[in-house]
């Protein structure tokens, strides 16, 4: 936090200035996923910035494409001869992780329901609780994401999620299913 000021009642608070997200920057560039070797260098530092955080008892619990972030999102523009159009090449991969609005810590109440719909974890679903797992399911999506382009379970229903979860994953776990309401 660099400073903090009040406007017209609300509390803002200053950061550093930072690139695009890094749904911005897919959405900027027509979608086209990441590459392997980029999604390596971004998963590496997301792993180091949210096992910080589980180290720390915290669980980010809205962790997605929006609230990772470039450091500076400066590209190169290339012509992709298969998409046929103009694809951009980020300089840098650095990356930060983003609004802790929503970080719980152990001790602290935990809200039934948390995670934005595509990045929320089955336990989260199932209204059996979470913990900092809930993030490493997110991760996992958001991985996904970038390696495909698009978002790994397109939903806004939570049955239609679960069913999509067990095509790929397989059943969920009958005990699980006995706990849930
Ligand atoms: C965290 O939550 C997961 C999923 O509900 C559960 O399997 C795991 O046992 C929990 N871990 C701890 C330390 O409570």
Not at 3 to 21: A, K, M, N, Q, R
Not at 27 to 39: A, G, K, T, W
Not at 128 to 148: H, K, P
Request: glycine share 4%.
């Amino acid at each position: 936090m660099l400073d903090w000021f009040e406007h017209e009642g609300h509390v803002c608070i200053v950061f550093e200035l930072l690139g695009l997200s890094t749904f911005e920057f897919l959405r900027q560039n027509h979608f086209l996923p990441f590459n392997v070797e980029q999604i390596r260098h971004m998963a590496f530092q997301i792993f180091r910035a949210v096992c910080f955080l589980h180290r720390n008892q915290l669980t980010h619990t809205d962790l997605k494409p929006e609230n990772i972030v470039f450091v500076c999102s400066d590209y190169d523009l290339q012509y992709n001869e298969i998409r046929e159009c103009k694809e951009k090449t980020l300089r840098s991969l650095d990356l930060k992780v983003v609004d802790f609005g929503t970080a719980t810590f152990d001790h602290q109440k935990h809200e039934s329901l948390v995670s934005t719909r595509h990045y929320r974890a089955p336990e989260v679903i199932l209204g059996l609780g979470w913990n900092q797992s809930c993030d490493v399911w997110s991760l996992g999506c958001v991985l996904m994401e970038f390696y495909l382009g698009c978002t790994v379970f397109p939903t806004h229903d939570s049955k239609e999620h679960l069913a999509m979860m067990e095509k790929i994953l397989g059943p969920i776990p009958p005990h699980l299913l006995k706990e849930t309401r």
